[in-house]
């Protein structure tokens, strides 16, 4: 995504996550919410109201284990930003 602010909040599938941090305005790192497996959208929320949203964004796959980082990417940008 892009335009992101400090203040906003990042929702999978509606559960809010914790840790949010804008670390710039193409970046936001958060701490994902417990989920059942499976794909979830993932809402970006500007004072409450949605900034972006993407569906089937982000994997909870329980054979990955714990403690490892994520990206959240739209594979539609070709970008390397959003294809790392």
């Given at each position: ?46 004072n409450g109201q949605i900034h ?33």
């Amino acid at each position: 995504g892009t335009a992101f602010v400090p203040g906003m909040t990042v929702n999978f599938d509606g559960i809010p996550a914790t840790n949010v941090t804008v670390s710039s305005e193409i970046r936001i790192t958060c701490t994902t919410p417990p989920h059942a497996a499976g794909f979830v959208t993932v809402t970006v929320l500007r004072n409450g109201q949605i900034h972006g949203s993407l569906a089937n964004a982000f994997n909870y796959d329980p054979n990955l284990g714990g403690g490892l980082l994520a990206r959240v990417a739209d594979h539609q940008d070709t970008t390397g930003e959003e294809q790392e």
